[in-house]
Nanobody
């Protein structure tokens, strides 16, 4: 099992950018893929983007062309996944969670003001 810690959320105006980071530690040798999810108030948690160890990516239609997921697997003890978010919209406001199979981070708040 891995432990996940997110960082990088905050308040930004519409059209702005933020970069989220997720540091995975523990059994990182077992990681095949990781993803970012988000949950807005009153809504279900939804998939934002995923990335495999090999670098293959997948995005929700709502963020394609605006968000980019990447990973750094060059370190022996920490596996880091990033979510670069550009052209942010108020509807992107949510708590963003990092995920690796059954492991979840604590979440980081992203608020986009209009």
């Amino acid at each position: 099992q891995v432990q996940l810690v997110e960082s990088g959320g905050g308040l930004v105006q519409a059209g702005g950018s933020l970069r989220l980071s997720c540091a995975a530690s523990g059994s990182i040798f077992s990681i095949n893929a990781m993803g970012w999810y988000r949950q807005a108030p009153g809504k279900q948690r939804e998939l934002v983007a995923t990335i495999t160890v090999g670098g293959s990516t997948n995005y929700a239609d709502s963020v394609k062309g605006r968000f980019t997921i990447s990973r750094d697997n060059t370190k022996n003890t920490v596996y880091t996944v990033y979510l670069q978010m550009n052209s942010l919209k108020p509807e992107d406001t949510a708590v963003y969670y990092c995920n690796e199979r059954l492991s979840w981070g604590q979440g980081t708040q992203v608020t986009v003001s209009s």
